[in-house]
């Protein structure tokens, strides 16, 4: 019995030390995940300015600039959230990428160093505002009129065209541009006679005097600056040239199939 078991255990012992090395395990191929399409979203900057952008009553985001967007945006398969603030506040926020557009901004070699434009997508017009008693003032032209020592208030941060943009550079004139956040401070302003003169758009300036009751008291002088472009700015922290790309063949579209003219009519009209 123990020379059985001896042989046992050495032919047990020859078979282990026979036995091929284990075969390495072949990988498990890992089951795929279809990628998943990046969501479509956009944080518009809203500076109330009726009748472009504004809030309602009921807290709707609503103007024809607005309309314009939202339609474009819904062609993209894009949602659109709003934050609202001021014309300087949504510029920081641009820059930051915390917002990824604003409406209604004009193109400059500075602003284009931190944000991309649309095609132009209207044009627009800033009137020189007036009291009422000082409409027939003889002045053919802001520069005239600043000239003559007469303050003109502004918005911070907004263009206004070359023209304004030479009379600033003035050392002379400059004091006679007085800034403020929002138009509404400035027709104050006039009103108190702190300054005598206002520059709005002409759709603007028309839509607040009116919804204020103030056009018993401010009217539009004959001086203005003309017709310039205006344009969606776009962060180029959290937007690419391809969106905005996007953006351009968008609004193409709604020029082409009809939609854009009968938003802006609806406004005109």
Avoid at 10 to 36: D, I, N
């Amino acid at each position: 019995m123990k020379t059985y078991m001896l042989l046992v255990v050495v032919v047990f012992l020859l078979l282990s030390g026979c036995k091929p090395a284990s075969e390495p395990s072949m990988p498990v191929a890992a089951t795929e995940t279809p990628p998943q399409a990046t969501p479509c979203s956009f944080t518009m900057g809203l500076d109330a300015w009726e009748p472009y952008q504004y809030m309602t009553v009921g807290n709707t985001v609503t103007g024809l600039d607005v309309e314009l967007v939202q339609n474009v945006v819904a062609d993209m398969g894009c949602t659109l959230d709003v934050v609202q603030g001021s014309w300087l506040e949504l510029l920081t926020l641009l820059k930051n990428g915390d917002v990824d557009f604003v409406l209604g901004a004009s193109k400059t070699a500075e602003r284009e160093e931190f944000a991309f434009f649309s095609e132009p997508y209207r044009q627009e017009r800033f009137q020189l505002y007036v009291r009422k008693e000082q409409v027939g003032l003889p002045y053919s032209g802001l520069k005239e009129f600043v000239a003559a020592g007469h303050k003109v208030g502004v918005v911070n941060e907004y263009y206004y065209g070359d023209e304004v943009a030479e009379l600033y550079a003035d050392d002379n004139l400059r004091p006679l541009f007085v800034g403020a956040i929002i138009s509404e401070l400035n027709m104050a302003r006039l009103l108190d006679e702190e300054i005598d003169g206002l520059l709005e758009d002409s759709f603007v300036g028309a839509a607040i005097l009116r919804r204020k009751g103030l056009d018993r008291y401010i009217q539009a002088h004959n001086i203005s600056l003309g017709s310039s472009d205006v344009y969606v700015m776009f962060s180029q922290v959290s937007v690419s040239a391809e969106q905005v790309a996007q953006f351009n063949a968008g609004l193409s579209q709604l020029r082409d199939n009809g939609r854009y003219n009968q938003i802006v009519d609806k406004y005109r009209n």
